[in-house]
């Protein structure tokens, strides 16, 4: 982690990865003891434990590192990370369960995320899980973690099952996204694929960006982000296409059939700056690309800890593109997304200035 300024020096801005994972020794102990009654159980496979959610296994099996904390610290300060973003596992969104049931497995991840933001103040904030599938309850949850536990942002899947993000019925939960001025971060969630994309890895090579692109697509093409102005989404993976597609999106604004058209009014080009975009692309071109469509006030570093497609170097990563030091700090800091995290009260992350509708800088 960074020293602290010398008298009279600026103090050196801190480093925070927004894309991170973790599954606390708190939230599988609490699986393991209750998650039967509500449908979710931890099964042994040999040497490796995988969690069961609504009768579905996760993907990866529960890989060390996500609950391995020392082993995290020690990986973030090698990376050059002063502050990492933790949200929960995707695997474990838990769309297929009952709301009941959804709400207990969000409230389990939720609570160990808390305590490790509470043990480790100047490394750590949580993102909330929510039981999307129900989404007052979403909602419900979201004011709890926000209000209650500090929570600084909400990660949600790319969709809930069958519906897109732009469904009517997820309005009350944008609601309170809006009321509680927290950033969502849009995140595949485990996919159900046929094996023949499993065992190329291509439901996490192909599907996951494209989900992604999905759900951006959704949210500018349905309306969302113009019902609610206030919003501030994240795409993670480096926006899947968008950046690559935003040409056909915006064709598409016009050329669509009416009874497939659009439901907004501004088309996805006027809407790229009501979204961020993570930098974990593996790719410098693909990288500068994203930058240069979107600009660097637009794009958060990411890592997308600890899970094998992660970026061990993220900040050299940035530092091979050469940018200058306004553009540099932009993606490092994070402050275009959630404000100024100062190193004297690192807990300071915050909602940034930005536009109302009305053209009014507002807090």
């Known amino acids: 982690m960074s020293a602290p300024a010398a008298a009279g020096q600026a103090a050196k801005p801190l480093v925070v990865d ?26 042994e496979q040999g040497p490796v434990t995988r969690v069961e959610v609504a009768g579905r296994l996760t993907g990866l099996p529960l890989v060390p590192p996500l609950s391995d904390v020392p082993t995290r610290l020690a990986w973030m300060d090698a990376a ?72 600084r942002a909400v990660q949600i899947g790319a969709r809930v099952n069958d519906l897109g993000l732009d ?14 001025d927290v950033p969502v971060i849009v995140h595949p969630a485990e996919l159900e694929v046929p094996e023949r994309l499993r065992r190329l890895f291509l439901h996490i090579l192909v599907g996951n960006p494209s989900e992604t692109t999905y759900a ?10 113009e019902r609610h102005p206030r919003l501030r989404v994240l795409l993670v993976h480096g926006g899947g296409f968008v950046p690559y597609q935003i040409g056909r999106l915006d064709h598409g604004f016009d050329a669509a059939p009416p009874p497939v ?23 410098d071109a693909a990288l500068r690309h994203l930058l240069d469509v979107v600009g660097a006030g637009r794009v958060v570093l990411g890592s997308d800890y600890p899970f094998p497609m992660r970026l061990d170097r993220p900040v050299e990563t940035m530092d091979a593109l050469a940018l200058s030091g306004p553009d540099r700090a ?14 004297e009260s690192p807990s ?5 200035p930005r536009q109302d509708p009305g053209g009014r800088w507002t807090a």
């Not at 009952?98 to 991840?109: C, N, R, Y």
């Not at 469904?167 to 509680?180: K, N, Q, R, T, Y």
């Not at 300071?348 to 940034?352: D, E, I, K, R």
Request: glycine letters at 8%; aromatic letters at 6%.
């Open 348 to 352: 300071s992350l915050s909602a940034p």
């Open 167 to 180: 469904d009517p019925g997820l309005d009350v939960f944008w609601d309170a996204v809006e009321e509680l």
């Open 18 to 43: 927004v894309h991170a994972h973790h599954v606390g020794a708190p939230a599988v102990r609490r699986i393991r003891e209750e998650g039967a009654e509500h449908g979710v159980r931890l099964v």
């Open 80 to 151: 050059g990370v002063d502050v990492q973003l933790v949200a929960p596992w995707m695997d474990l969104a838990g769309y297929d369960l009952d709301g009941p049931a959804g709400l207990w497995l969000a409230q389990v991840q939720n609570d160990s995320l808390a305590a490790l933001a509470a043990a480790y103040p100047d490394r750590f904030r949580a993102a909330a899980a929510v039981p999307l599938q129900q989404p007052k309850l979403a909602a419900q949850e979201l004011r709890r973690t926000v209000r209650q536990l500090g929570h």
């Open 330 to 343: 932009a993606v490092l800091t994070a402050t275009g997304l959630f404000g100024e995290v100062s190193p």
């Open 261 to 283: 058209r659009a439901r907004g009014e501004l088309s996805p080009k006027r809407l790229l700056d009501r979204l961020w975009f993570d930098s974990v692309l593996h790719d």
């Open 216 to 225: 951006a697509a959704a949210l500018m093409l349905g309306g969302v982000l």
